[in-house]
């Protein structure tokens, strides 16, 4: 709830008259607690993982020939209702254990000082704050992924994430509850060390929900802007962890490359990546006809 109750009265706490951008929010904002404000995190989470897996589904049914060249592991096809299934299981999992996340991280939140009056952020403010919760998300996340691969960790939590030898964007969340925890805590890192405004922290987990769901696509498009990202893994990159799946000690960073390559966890990756751009230089990295060993 915004401390201020009028557009006027907001004015003169600023001392200026509000951008456009900021009359929308006051007015979104003003009657609502910082409860509710917190809460959409999982409505968004919902809502942007059954919009943004349509046209990759759309994709997948309709085995178009132009498109299928850009799929990772072309032998595999998906049903509608196998991807249905998926994504029954992937709510289900929000319900049950993002939405609980939520209502008991809310007093984190509180105290962390995610503010949510006006001003709002200016782009600037957010884009480098957005880059700081994507490396340290990243960085984090890469070594308690590596920790998942331990034989108990793997067999107890992170098996069912790689019950997807093949993955597809709806797959991404699709894990062991444990996991959503764990691996969840990467996430409210970045924000809980550098807070922001609650616009900036919605975006952030908008963004990153996107990023999985591209990554596990299944499809790997030359004309994809992330292309243009520095030190970007995208979907060939974590296909090729889920293709080696249990037995897998490498490509365990979420978004960039830099932490395998620091580590020397991407060396098997990146040969069988040169091999085969050698012997077919225009084709998409397809994991599953490589045979160089
Ligand atoms: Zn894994
Ligand atoms: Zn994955």
Avoid at 100 to 128: A, V
Avoid at 204 to 225: C, K, M, V
Wanted: contains cysteine; hydrophobic residues 40%; glycine residues 6%.
């Amino acid at each position: 709830m915004l401390p201020y109750e009028t557009l006027e009265e907001s004015k003169n706490v600023l001392g200026r008259d509000l951008t456009l951008g900021e009359t929308l929010w006051f007015n979104y904002s003003v009657k609502k607690s910082e409860f509710v404000l917190h809460g959409h995190n999982t409505l968004f989470l919902c809502i942007f993982y059954s919009i943004a897996t349509i046209p990759f589904i759309l994709i997948e049914l309709s085995g178009h020939k132009k498109l299928n060249k850009y799929k990772i592991q072309p032998s595999v096809t998906r049903s509608f209702w196998e991807m249905f299934k998926c994504y029954k299981n992937v709510m289900w999992t929000f319900i049950v254990t993002v939405g609980p996340l939520q209502i008991i991280s809310y007093p984190t939140i509180k105290w962390i000082g995610i503010r949510t009056g006006l001003p709002l952020p200016s782009g600037w403010e957010m884009f480098w704050q957005l880059l700081v919760y994507f490396v340290i998300e990243d960085y984090t996340n890469y070594w308690l992924h590596r920790l998942l691969h331990c034989k108990w960790a793997f067999e107890n939590i992170h098996r069912v994430h790689h019950e997807y030898k093949t993955p597809l964007g709806l797959s991404a969340p699709y894990a062991h509850w444990a996991e959503i925890l764990i691996l969840g805590f990467p996430a409210f890192l970045g924000p809980a060390l550098v807070p922001g405004h609650i616009l900036t922290y919605w975006l952030w987990f908008i963004l990153r929900q996107l990023e999985a769901i591209e990554t596990h696509s299944g499809y790997d498009f030359p004309w994809n802007p992330t292309k243009y990202i520095p030190f970007y893994g995208g979907s060939a990159y974590h296909d090729y962890h889920h293709y080696v799946g249990g037995r897998s000690q490498g490509n365990f960073a979420s978004v960039f490359t830099y932490c395998d390559y620091i580590y020397g966890t991407d060396k098997g990756y990146r040969y069988k990546k040169r091999m085969y751009e050698k012997i077919s230089p225009t084709n998409t990295f397809n994991v599953q006809n490589y045979k160089v060993d």
